[in-house]
């Protein structure tokens, strides 16, 4: 007998099938629908939810396609077995991420199509040294749907950010010479410049962005070839660089002949995102133009894609390549094939923005009820902690309920700030319940902190 399921369709869009499999999807992650469990009919269904059975069908078959449910001849169709793999327990508020939502049927409706299609991947199977032109183009296309203006040949693909931080550095400068970077910063950019033999030099972040006064003097000082900022959600304060701020930095910039890294990676919601850097520098002539744009789909899709891209004056890309090329002897165009089939798809951010949205007003409560000093964009937090409260404590305790967060000491800042990021969970009921516990073990910590210390 058929499982009795009724879904509610009034929260999914787009065609009636597409709905039902991902309403399906949901009820499968959630537990409404467990495994081994089998569905209902197809014609059951169908005339309960008023669709036709060829569209029941369609739906069933694109489930069974992501690797959901399993078909059995003359028995009808039934929920696949867990996969019993060992899971991670930890609530991660450490690691920023995107919930995760449709991405597994986003991508695996691109490995399926790329499946289907020997052709094309008998010719992505090849060494490929340069990137595809179609693949640049897609990605020129999308970009400009971003308000991001540039040519398909200013793109060079990486794989991640951090590979594009690297390949930079590692083209660009020598090794002894100066770089300069936020004072509270992303931690990859001095793993890369030790690799490399750099010297970082830190310039104090205002509220508004760098201290253009400092900067300017440690300019003359150094005299650094590259700086390394993230304008638009500065990781950890998430401080969006005003623009004032972007205009005289990349001001200074081309008066000391100072290449600037704009890293892009750090998502935001899309009230919050600002065009970046690289479209202001754009105005100038080619020969002036000093920013390099770093983005990625990590932070905006899923981490494990490991798709980066770079927009590059032309002047500096043969520089660029040629590191990248040091390291790998090409960017898989297999990779870059399926982000490109990725970035098409109409739904590829699903429900997620308002997920975040949620959950972004729920953490701003918290920190409100805490009353804390606090910082919010995209997926990312910014708590100070009130004294003898420490943040090393708070982190402590909290592990030792399972729950991951970040120490303001990990970024180079020491003035009692911790980092929450909130895509980690990817059930909002799970979501809420962790930080309730986080809330709790704060409020809890602060009433005993003398003992504490």
């Known amino acids: 007998m058929g499982t009795i399921w009724s879904p509610n369709l009034a929260d999914y869009t787009g065609a009636k099938y597409l709905r039902l499999a991902q309403a399906a999807e949901d009820a499968i992650k959630n537990g409404e629908l467990l495994p081994n ?76 199509l790329l499946a289907k299609s020997p052709q094309r991947l008998a010719q992505l199977m090849r060494y490929h040294a340069e990137p595809l032109q179609e693949h640049q183009l897609k990605f020129s296309q999308w970009l400009h749907r971003r308000d991001i203006k540039q040519t398909p040949e200013q793109i060079v693909f990486t794989h991640g950010g951090q590979q594009g931080i690297f390949s930079i550095l590692n083209g660009l400068m020598q090794s002894g010479e100066s770089l300069l970077c936020e004072a509270s910063c ?21 509220d508004e962005g760098l201290n253009l006064d400092e900067l300017q003097q440690k ?17 950890p304060t998430c401080i969006q660089y005003s623009d004032y701020q972007r205009k005289a930095i990349i001001t200074l910039a081309k008066n000391h002949q100072v290449i600037i ?22 105005l100038a002539s080619e020969d002036e133009q000093c920013v390099i744009y770093l983005s990625s789909l990590s932070k905006m899709f899923c981490g494990g894609l490991r798709q980066g891209f770079l927009l590059i004056p032309s002047k500096f890309i043969g520089s660029v ?40 007003a729920l953490s701003i409560a918290m920190g409100q009820r805490l009353k804390l000093k606090q910082s919010w964009r995209g997926l990312n937090g ?49 979501f809420i319940e962790q930080l309730i516990m986080i809330e709790h073990t704060i409020r809890s910590l602060s009433q005993s902190a003398y003992s504490v210390v």
């Open 219 to 235: 300019i003359i000082q150094y005299k650094p070839k590259v700086l390394y900022l993230t304008p638009n959600n500065q990781n």
């Open 321 to 360: 390549k040629q590191a990248l090329y040091s390291q790998c002897w090409m960017v898989s165009s297999l990779n870059t094939e399926l982000a490109c089939r990725v970035i098409e798809n109409n739904d590829f951010m699903g429900q997620r923005e308002q997920q975040i949205i949620d959950r972004q």
């Open 186 to 206: 992303y931690p990859g950019i001095h793993v890369a410049a030790e690799q490399l033999g750099l010297k970082t030099v830190p310039v104090t972040l205002t």
């Open 261 to 282: 890294i704009e890293d892009d990676v750090n998502y935001c919601l899309a009230n919050e995102w600002r065009t970046p850097m690289w479209s202001l520098d754009q």
């Open 37 to 112: 469990s089998k569905l209902p009919p197809q014609r059951l269904l169908a005339d309960k939810l008023g669709f036709t059975v060829g569209t029941v069908t369609r739906a069933y078959a694109l489930l069974e396609q992501r690797g959901y449910v399993q078909a059995k001849v003359g028995a009808g169709t039934y929920v696949k077995a867990s996969d019993n793999q060992a899971s991670d327990q930890s609530a991660n508020f450490a690691t920023c991420q995107q919930p995760f939502t449709n991405q597994t049927a986003v991508l695996s409706d691109a490995l399926n």
């Open 382 to 430: 910014w708590l100070q902690l009130k004294t003898p409260l420490k943040a090393h404590h708070v982190v402590t305790a909290l592990a030792q309920k399972g729950i991951l967060i970040r120490n303001g000491d990990d970024f180079n800042n020491h003035e009692n700030y911790i980092r929450l990021s909130i895509g980690g969970s990817s059930d909002d009921n799970e």
